[in-house]
């Protein structure tokens, strides 16, 4: 039993909080301002798409330093959080207001819940997020680590298209004609994957400083990727960081 305890990492990195703090964060703000589509370049989006490829650089991060358990706790987080955020504006706009509060509608407005929003944010977001990090954690093992670049490019791409089609498909495939729609759909997802490709410097050099910082570097040989799961040790094994590895 001594043994077996001491051949597992307990998971308290110093930087792993903040990570899912940030995560969380991102993520109720990208769904706050979906309702108001804008339009970048001449292309329509949602303005979440400029703030919701952030947090897939986020999960790659935390799935490549971290693994993929500890990347699905993140996953969880934000999105129970996500709920009390969304909860609480509800009960703020049926609470009473003040006679002189006269501004009181326009903000209870601007919060009533859009359902097809709502359903749309969460059913993509509880499928496309833990995409991404199982497509990070096994393009990992497959190619030993190498190529960090292309793993989290190709990570994007895929749950990135998904995520798009889901999101516009429920939030929008009611209000405007299919053909629009779907031009939607490719902007938003050709606009997550630019700015993933654009923060790829950011996002190798951080996982690399944080690797360094943590003296982690976790691979998810073996690992369960049942979303319901919520253990997140790891064997001693399971982590390959050496200081004189070379920058990836």
Same mark, same amino acid.
């Given at each position: 039993?001594?043994?077996?305890?001491?051949?597992?990492?307990?998971?308290?990195?110093?930087?792993?909080?903040?990570?899912?703090?940030?995560?969380?964060?991102?993520?109720?703000?990208?769904?706050?301002?979906?309702?108001?589509?804008? @339009?970048?370049?001449?292309?329509?989006?949602?303005?979440? !798409?400029?703030?919701?490829?952030?947090?897939?650089?986020?999960?790659?991060?935390? !799935?490549?330093?971290?693994?993929?358990?500890?990347?699905?706790?993140?996953?969880?987080?934000?999105?129970?959080?996500?709920?009390?955020?969304?909860?609480?504006?509800?009960? %703020?706009?049926?609470?009473?207001?003040?006679?002189?509060?006269?501004?009181?509608?326009?903000?209870?407005?601007?919060?009533? %819940?859009?359902?097809?929003?709502?359903?749309? $944010?969460?059913?993509?977001?509880?499928?496309? @997020?833990?995409?991404? $990090?199982?497509?990070?954690?096994?393009?990992?093992?497959?190619?030993?680590?190498?190529?960090?670049? *292309?793993?989290?490019?190709?990570?994007?791409? *895929?749950?990135?298209?998904?995520?798009?089609?889901?999101?516009?498909?429920?939030?929008?495939?009611?209000?405007?004609?299919?053909?629009?729609?779907?031009?939607?759909?490719?902007?938003?997802?050709?606009?997550?994957?630019? *700015? @993933?490709?654009?923060?790829?410097?950011?996002?190798?050099? !951080?996982?690399?400083?944080?690797?360094?910082? @943590?003296?982690?570097?976790?691979?998810?040989?073996?690992?369960?990727?049942?979303?319901?799961? %919520?253990?997140?040790?790891?064997? !001693?094994?399971?982590?390959?960081? $050496?200081?004189?590895?070379?920058?990836?």
């Amino acid at each position: 039993m001594i043994n077996k305890h001491l051949d597992q990492i307990k998971t308290y990195p110093k930087l792993l909080w903040f990570m899912i703090l940030s995560y969380a964060m991102l993520i109720s703000i990208s769904n706050w301002f979906d309702v108001r589509l804008i @339009e970048i370049f001449g292309l329509a989006i949602s303005p979440g !798409t400029l703030v919701f490829p952030i947090t897939f650089l986020l999960s790659d991060i935390i !799935t490549e330093v971290y693994g993929y358990k500890n990347a699905r706790l993140a996953i969880w987080s934000a999105f129970l959080f996500n709920i009390l955020f969304i909860l609480f504006g509800q009960i %703020i706009t049926h609470l009473p207001s003040p006679h002189f509060a006269s501004d009181n509608s326009a903000f209870d407005k601007m919060l009533h %819940i859009n359902f097809f929003v709502i359903i749309g $944010s969460f059913l993509s977001y509880i499928i496309s @997020e833990p995409l991404n $990090s199982i497509a990070v954690s096994k393009l990992k093992v497959f190619f030993e680590g190498k190529y960090m670049a *292309i793993r989290f490019v190709l990570s994007t791409i *895929i749950s990135s298209g998904i995520d798009s089609f889901i999101f516009t498909a429920i939030a929008f495939g009611h209000l405007y004609p299919m053909t629009h729609v779907i031009k939607l759909m490719l902007n938003i997802w050709v606009i997550k994957v630019i *700015i @993933e490709i654009i923060g790829l410097s950011f996002s190798i050099r !951080t996982a690399n400083i944080i690797k360094k910082i @943590e003296g982690l570097d976790i691979y998810d040989i073996n690992t369960n990727y049942n979303l319901f799961k %919520i253990n997140a040790t790891y064997d !001693t094994t399971n982590n390959k960081y $050496s200081s004189k590895r070379s920058i990836q």
